[in-house]
């Protein structure tokens, strides 16, 4: 392996180990952290959101990079001259034994794929969301990562922080009675959807390996309108915005309201953009606005799950918002509240309470509002999010985004997204991974991958 020092993997056989043990202490004081102690990571895909992924564990030993694009990369090798590099993620799973752990920064139709190869060689595994692009690949990899015993997270930094925890701590505390509608926005996509499939020719930049980029997605011709950011919006590499979002929020709402699989979802869209007369789009996706079947994702959307009554709690619709769209303003709401580009609504018996987008609560009800006492912190706080994930790595408590939760999340959204292809009311059956009214539908909860690629 090319790194640039001692590893967690490197040893001295025989006597000579006797005479090399030397106090950590007195190599670099408290807290210090010696060479040993580092894992061993390896990063695919750090041109994107990886780069900072990739900075957020610079404690440990960054050992190889494995990137399809070496000039979105570049910068990201120079900061680790000592990384080994690579194109090819199977190269450097192949060649990079020493290996601890893989973080995954890559497009959303590669995370299973790639993470499915860390764990069956027994590597720790952190992904960006969603963790993977359908349901089947979800349960599978989470269900690989359970038998490998290997230590996972999903890229949601705000799961199990201060904000998140408060906004349980008050749901479950009742400060507004049963919750049986939650509403959650977000100011997403930002990127072009409602798009055609570009008919016009390019070149792919020699810096890119286009067939490597591909993957297991199915076989297109390159255009800058997919990589290296627009590919969210596409239905063969992205999730749109509910796949690159939801993820993001659902954590505070799952854990809120302790809620399980949604029994149906649906979801209201359109494919129609409109430009005010300030806006300058630009004119490479302007002209693939799409005039019949779109190949994207649509430009604004409503989607809605609905979950079973637990225990004694009552069922909860839960609504989503993109594109723009928001809620309507509750009734009760103190005239000083607004509702801000993104974030949630918990409609109770009593009033309502609400949230930024990843937690943070506040009671909106002016009725109550006065004379309401916060209850007392007892969910556990992150120590961090990454901090978390490399000392689950070092045996530690698993990560609070771990891929059993982080499955979860996505199963939600990925429900949501084959609502949003399909256009239909779907009633669903978690127990067979099945929509039960809509067999057409199903198609959208598995993937097909191209010749050469599988899980």
Known sequence: MNTSGPTRRSFIPGAAAAFTVIPRYVLGGTGYTPPSDKLNIGAVGVGGMGKSYVAACNSENIAAIADVDD??????????PGAASYRDFRRMLEKERGLDAVIIGTPDHSHATIAMA??????????????????????????????????TQMSVQSCASDEACSTAEWIQAGAVGEIREVHVWTDRPVWPQGLARPKENAAAPHSLDWDLWL??????????????FNFRGWYDFGSGALGDMGCHTFHVIVRALDLGSPVSVSADRTFQRVFSPEQKPDPLWTRSIVSSTPETFPVSSIVTWNFAARGSHPAVRMCWYEGGLKPPRPAGMAPDEQLEPDGILFVGEKGIVGSGFSGGPRLLTESIRKNFTPPPKTLPRTIGHYREWIQACKGGTPASCNFDFGSQLTEICQLGVAAQRSAKYLEYDASTMRFTNDADANQYLSEQYRAGWSL
């Open 118 to 151: 860390a764990i069956q060689l027994g590597k720790a595994v952190y992904c960006a969301k969603p963790m993977t692009r359908t349901v089947h690949e979800a349960r599978t990899v989470a269900k690989a990562a359970r038998q490998a015993k290997v230590a």
């Open 71 to 80: 000039a979105l990369a570049a910068p990201v090798r120079a900061q680790y």
């Open 215 to 228: 993957g297991p997605a199915p076989e297109r011709p390159y255009h800058p309108l997919y990589h290296p």
